[in-house]
């Protein structure tokens, strides 16, 4: 999905566009999905793919939503980031390149990863509740 800059300042809030497509971060404890924790699946906040679901969401204390895994190979892709004097490895939605947060590798089993996820790059469909 290739729109350009101005048409994504249409759908985008000025705090989404700043997270997703120039790469920027939340402050920490400050994202909607932080402490979030209802069944459901996490999907992009620029074009809906779906990224990440409650199942697989964990307390890691960063200030991020965190995930120990992701919904599918389609989901996120991974880029070499060296910005802030960091070697970091950036994660993408996999559909619309737009930026989501960081992978480590300091996360739970069964994976050992810890997606960290700003809670703009989201949004949140829930579970079916019957
Ligand atoms: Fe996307």
């Not at 400050?30 to 964990?58: M, Q, W």
């Amino acid at each position: 999905m290739n729109k350009k800059k101005d048409e994504w300042e249409v759908t985008l809030s000025p705090e989404q566009f700043k997270v997703l497509r120039e790469c920027g971060t939340e402050p920490p404890f400050t994202g909607k999905y932080v402490n979030h924790k209802n069944d459901g699946i996490y999907v992009c906040a620029g074009c809906g793919n779906e990224l990440f679901s409650s199942d697989t969401k964990y307390e890691s204390g960063s200030g991020w939503p965190s995930f120990w895994n992701q919904t599918s190979e389609n989901s996120t892709e991974r880029r070499i980031d060296n910005s802030s004097g960091m070697k970091r490895i950036e994660i993408i939605c996999k559909k619309c390149g737009g930026h989501l947060g960081h992978v480590f590798d300091d996360g739970p089993n069964p994976t050992g990863l810890r997606y960290c996820v700003n809670s703009l790059s989201l949004d949140f469909k829930a579970a079916d509740t019957e």
